[in-house]
């Protein structure tokens, strides 16, 4: 018997593999029991309901805006000024869809991402996606170390003491058995992005230049600021920061651990809101703050620790202390939330026993890799001579080679009635994140291309960019074919179905049955077609990403 047939005995009728994931959600801000069935129906109910709910949206948002984010925003705002505000918000449509899916799907599946693509794509893509997500958050968590250091670097600790400070506070957190304890703490670092908001005012760049910022698209592409290709690739760089692979496996496995149902969706669509508007308001906290402080200075951008100096120059010693420390927050969060996406996955995958409500006597596994992906990271930025510059470059390029598999499988699970039932996206859904998931792509076909070929013209930029529209775009109308043929087929069927085929179905209870019993889903032509596509994309995106790392290495 595989983990794929293992199922939880006296949970009803659904999914979930681990009983530790069925029970009261016990919450850092509130308890629900699980026979808790009562309607919210006052200002006050509703209110502690959302205080037990909110977590899952809150760290994943926060966690979106890492170390790597801070570089991005602060880039942005100290070579670009307040000009590309408007980008922040794109990201909010771009936030929204993509994690709200994945709430869904934890909430009424009770099964982790990964586990799901293996079961209803096979084991090769399942084994592929929990592979490369594995490498990818190792790398990932590389870089949110890199930024302990240079923060630490700024403070004047030294960095020995910084980084094994900071690995012992997030293996310690996660270890102490209890969920509570965690999304307690998880939920303390939290509070320290908002440090971005009083670094914002003793900064006060000028608001009339923030209100510019964001009503009225820009794109300075002078050759002062390296032309209109350096200006596009920053704006996908800002975008791209938005959504990454490790932020869909989170999220639903961390629901899944929440013990969240399909009754508190709705709470946990708040949830996620509640933590789009914050990450939104501290990237643009940062972005203007930036801005006002390496106005007119003409210094070149080069890391997170030349944005602190510059900020120090400008407002003083203690906003560039208040940056040193958000960016210390922000890493440490970072490292929470991509750590425990690959103990998730795995751990889901293999049918280990894996939830933060378990000790680490019961859960040695689980607790094993979520610890070594967090020493492993910390020796690595220690070690004298170790590439940062090539990881931080790979981290860039694997998002952007992996980002269209994670969020075509995500669109195509969100269809698969037997997955969802009466939860599946609607047409409108579809045709929104439809065109959501086109962006995306296309703006990771031109990351990947523009790191692995650097000198990159505009016109290639925008060739590339034409290319994956049109492909959007006919991809969108064989879609909408399709679903109008499927639309006639399921009312003709109708028309002859038994009176009783179309009684409604209780959503706040259903759950998906175990995946032993699922249909298999079709194959039919078209997504046979898409999956060879997206194999041949990935292999031929992998192969250049190897000869880039080879020809960096090599120094050439």
């Known amino acids: 018997m595989t983990a794929i047939d293992i199922e939880v005995k006296d949970t009803g009728h659904s999914a979930v593999l681990d009983d530790a994931h069925v029970g009261d959600i016990r919450g ?16 006050s109910a509703k209110w502690k309901t959302l205080l037990a709910v909110v977590g899952p949206g ?45 709430l869904r799907l934890g909430a009424v599946t009770g099964v982790g991402h990964a586990r799901l693509i293996l079961s209803r794509f096979g084991r090769f893509w399942g084994t592929f996606e929990v592979i490369d997500l594995f490498l990818l958050n190792g790398l990932t968590i590389v870089t949110e170390f890199i930024g302990i250091t240079l923060a630490a670097g700024y403070l004047g600790v030294p960095k020995v003491l910084a980084v094994a400070f900071a690995a012992g506070i997030i293996i310690a957190t996660a270890f102490t058995g209890s969920f509570r304890a965690f999304e307690r703490i998880a939920m303390f670092f939290c509070l320290g992005s908002l440090l971005l908001v009083p670094l914002y005012l003793m900064a006060h760049p000028a608001p009339s230049s923030m209100m510019r910022g964001f009503t009225t698209p820009d794109l300075p592409g002078g050759a002062a600021t390296g032309g209109m290709a350096a200006v596009m690739l920053l704006v996908i760089g800002i975008v791209g920061t938005t959504i990454a692979p490790w932020q869909l496996f989170f999220q639903q496995s961390y629901v899944i651990d929440k013990r969240i149902t399909p009754r508190f969706i709705r709470y946990e669509k708040a949830d996620l809101w509640i933590g789009i508007v914050i990450v939104v308001v501290g990237a643009a906290a940062l972005m203007g703050t930036t801005a006002a402080a390496f106005a007119h200075s003409g210094v070149a951008f080069t890391d997170s620790a030349g944005l602190a100096r510059g900020i120090a120059g400008y407002a003083g010693h203690v906003a560039g202390a208040l940056f040193a420390i958000a960016l210390l927050d922000a890493a440490v969060i970072g490292a929470f939330a991509v750590s425990l996406s690959s103990a998730y996955a795995i751990g889901d995958v293999l049918g280990l026993k894996h939830s933060l409500h378990r000790g680490v006597g019961q859960a040695k596994g689980f607790y094993a890799l979520y610890a070594a992906l967090i020493g492993v990271a910390a020796v690595i930025v220690l070690l004298p001579g170790s590439p940062l510059g090539l990881i931080t470059e790979g981290v860039q390029v694997l998002a ?54 650097p000198s990159i013209t505009a016109s290639a930029i925008f060739t590339i960019m034409a290319v994956c529209a049109v492909a959007a775009l006919a991809g969108g109308g064989c879609a909408l074919v399709r679903g109008r043929r499927r639309t006639r087929a399921a009312a003709q069927a109708a028309g002859t179905a038994p009176p009783d085929a179309g009684a409604p179905v209780d959503k706040l209870n259903w759950r998906m049955p175990p995946l032993h019993e699922l249909s298999a889903p079709a194959v039919t032509g078209a997504r046979r077609i898409g999956l060879l596509g997206l194999r ?6 992998m192969a250049m990403v190897v000869v880039k790392i080879v020809e960096t290495a090599l120094g050439h």
């Open 28 to 43: 850092a801000l509130g308890t629900i029991s699980l026979d808790d069935h009562a309607a919210r129906t006052t200002l």
């Open 58 to 102: 809150l760290i994943v948002m926060i966690g979106d805006n890492d170390a790597g984010a801070f570089s991005t925003y602060g880039q942005a705002g100290q070579v670009y000024g307040t000009k590309l505000l408007w980008t922040l918000l794109l990201l909010i449509p771009v936030l929204y869809v993509n994690q709200e899916m994945v």
């Open 400 to 453: 952007g080679v992996l980002l269209p598999a994670a969020t075509v499988f995500l669109l195509m699970l969100c269809n698969d009635k037997a997955v969802l039932g009466p939860w599946v996206n609607t047409a409108k859904t579809n045709a929104f994140t439809g065109a959501v998931i086109a962006v995306l792509i296309t703006l990771s076909v031109v990351l990947t291309a523009s790191v692995i070929f």
């Open 536 to 541: 041949g994309y990935l292999a031929i995106a």
